[in-house]
């Protein structure tokens, strides 16, 4: 099935989980709770989305700088517009948060001198150095709200404690085998490539020979060889660290100004806390996790903060709308903008480069 048709449907079935939702909490109560937006307090939460996406931007142009020479040129409006086309095609291809990374540096690899494999690893330095930022401001977040409250620990609470600790522990053994079991990582790749050529292959021809092996192991080894020059130098590391900290910090505000333009507040310590949380479980196939991370969202905030559950899902919406749609009308005006388009997006796989170095032509899963 082509991308696009993907996409298509994912949206479709997206909108009815949503609505479907919405009609069960009941439309007329939610729309009285809109009613009520304070439009400049909701407005600051689209200028912190457009301030975090410009930090995640920065923090993976210090890298890119440090892995190649021709590097040293990305910067200015072209290299922010083909950021946001990634990060376009990242919210609106199903689970296209598990390829974030390859979007992203796609879509740079077009728009400016960085190769595609260099463009991959700096993108992959920066996509576990965001994780790690969003772990680290939901354990501050957790932290404060265990101090802070006097009440039992409820099971939704224990559950989002136990989901948060799985996720870490697995991201934590990610970390380690991609950067250490490097010998383990190409043999996976090289099964799963093969996998690819078997199936998927037999319909593309483009397809397979880019899912060859001996392509697909000198894309590997150009990637690692990227990878530990963006880890070698630290001092980037830490910049784009702080970069990223400070831009998760800036895009989880619209939760905290949704909220409170409707009159009804919650604790910003939660915000850190179950945000970053529902992000890293969530496994809702639909684009941008849609239907399933509203209903988690407004549950927690209706046990956990003391809302009702239409004041809860009005909330909800209006984050989502800054949080999400937001970022994909931004996306979407960068992508026309630039030479980013959804079908040309290449397999995780499968390189941009020949084995000479020559451009090859992306192997979609467009055909």
């Not at 590097?71 to 200015?76: F, N, Q, R």
């Not at 890293?280 to 549950?299: I, K, Q, T, Y």
Request: aromatic share 10%; proline share 5%; glycine share 10%.
């Amino acid at each position: 099935m082509r991308r696009s048709v993907r996409v298509v449907l994912g949206f479709v079935l997206a909108l009815l989980a949503v609505g479907g939702f919405l009609w069960i909490v009941g439309p007329r109560q939610i729309l009285a709770e809109l009613t009520s937006v304070e439009p400049v307090t909701y407005a600051a939460g689209f200028l912190a989305v457009v301030a975090a996406f410009y930090c995640w931007s920065e923090a993976l142009r210090r890298l890119l700088v440090s892995v190649g020479d021709a590097s040293g040129a990305v910067g200015g409006p072209r290299y922010r517009a083909a950021f946001m086309s990634g990060e376009f095609l990242k919210q609106v291809v199903p689970m296209g948060h598990s390829g974030g990374p390859v979007f992203v540096s796609y879509a740079v690899s077009r728009e400016t001198d960085a190769p595609y494999e260099e463009a991959l690893a700096a993108a992959t330095v920066v996509e576990f150095v965001n994780i790690a930022a969003s772990v680290v401001l939901a354990g501050a977040g957790l932290g404060v709200v265990l101090l802070t409250s006097d009440g039992p620990v409820t099971p939704l609470f224990a559950a989002l404690l136990v989901g948060f600790t799985v996720a870490v522990v697995a991201l934590g053994v990610a970390a380690l085998v991609v950067n250490s079991r490097r010998a383990l990582v190409e043999r996976l790749v090289l099964r799963v490539a093969g996998v690819g050529r078997a199936t998927v292959g037999r319909l593309s021809g483009r397809l397979r020979a880019a899912l060859a092996a001996e392509r697909v192991a000198a894309t590997f080894g150009t990637y690692y060889a990227a990878f530990d020059r963006a880890l070698a130098d630290r001092a980037q590391v830490r910049r784009a660290a702080g970069f990223s900290l400070l831009g998760w910090a800036l895009f989880l505000a619209p939760m905290y100004t949704s909220f409170r333009a409707i009159g009804e507040p919650v604790p910003y310590a939660l915000v850190l806390f179950v945000v970053p949380v529902l992000s890293l479980v969530n496994v809702v196939p639909l684009p941008g996790g849609l239907g399933g991370f509203e209903a988690a969202l407004a549950a927690v905030v209706v046990a956990l903060a003391g809302l009702e559950l239409p004041a809860a899902t009005a909330g909800v919406v209006l984050y989502r709308l800054s949080n999400y749609w937001f970022v994909v009308l931004l996306g979407g005006l960068a992508a026309t903008w630039t030479s980013t388009r959804l079908t040309g997006a290449p397999s995780p796989l499968a390189p941009l480069t020949d084995a000479d170095g020559s451009p090859a032509e992306p192997a979609t899963d467009g055909e």
